[in-house]
């Protein structure tokens, strides 16, 4: 069974640019999670998906951030404009149904300069 | 506000010792706590999990321990390995009326070093 893919694995962008990041969960996975970490700090969720639609988006800075997950599979998350603060490694996880584990990708580390 | 809190950031032990690792919580609708370990430059992998309505759940070297009256968790890890350095971060979610989980809340994690 193929784990959950993100891309890309590191990204350096300049302040006030844009960044996106690409998620692939777990064939069949309804729930989709967006986590952010800082360093030294546990990951933060920003957002929830059931399928297509949002469950949980209370968590996410709405003026810089966007996600979207268009047919309920994949999922991209976006920064615009990004801020220094934003430098952190971007979590995707996916739970196949009800209250169990969640598997997570191996993040995208983003650092703002 | 931390819902979720790990004060211990690192923790030694001898290889072959037992590991304890202890997470509080202050939630009361969390009803789903897990524990995930993580190496360097990987997404966390799940380790094991305990539900609610149990005191305690083992799987193999690992066993997590509830107490929801203290609303206190621990991971024992015995025997320790030097595989198991890592860090370790515990998490928790609750139910929601649609039948799903929240996403989890997660502590800030303790590092685990294990020495030969």
């Known amino acids: 069974e193929a784990g959950v893919a993100q891309s890309p694995r590191y990204k350096i962008i300049e302040k006030r640019q844009s960044v996106a990041f690409w998620c692939n969960p777990i064939?069949?996975?309804?729930?989709l999670y967006w986590y952010q970490q800082i360093l030294g700090q546990g990951p933060k969720l920003l957002i929830q998906?059931?399928?297509?639609?949002?469950?949980?988006d209370s968590q996410l800075p709405k003026d810089r951030f966007s996600a979207e997950r268009l047919k309920g599979v994949d999922s991209t998350l976006k920064i615009q404009p990004a801020k220094l603060e934003d430098s952190a490694v971007y979590l995707c996880?996916?739970?196949?149904?009800?209250?169990?584990?969640?598997?997570f990708g191996q993040g995208t580390r983003l650092t703002v300069v | 506000d931390q819902q979720v809190k790990q004060n211990s950031p690192s923790l030694s032990v001898q290889e072959g010792r037992i590991s304890i690792l202890n997470c509080d919580y202050t939630n009361s609708m969390f009803d789903y706590f897990l524990w995930y370990k993580k190496y360097p430059a990987e997404g966390p992998t799940f380790l094991i999990s305990i539900s609610s309505i149990k005191d305690k759940n083992e799987d193999g070297r690992f066993t997590v321990f509830l107490n929801k009256s203290a609303k206190h968790l621990s991971l024992h890890i015995v025997p320790s390995q030097p595989g198991d350095s890592a860090v370790y971060f515990c998490?928790?979610?609750?139910?929601?009326?649609?039948?799903?989980?929240?996403?989890?809340?997660f502590g800030k994690g303790t590092h685990l070093i294990i020495q030969p």
């Open positions: 998906f059931q399928n297509n639609g949002v469950v949980d």
């Open positions: 996880a996916s739970v196949g149904g009800g209250i169990s584990e969640a598997f």
């Open positions: 998490a928790a979610s609750s139910m929601y009326s649609g039948g799903g989980a929240d996403g989890l809340t």
């Open positions: 064939s069949g996975h309804a729930t």
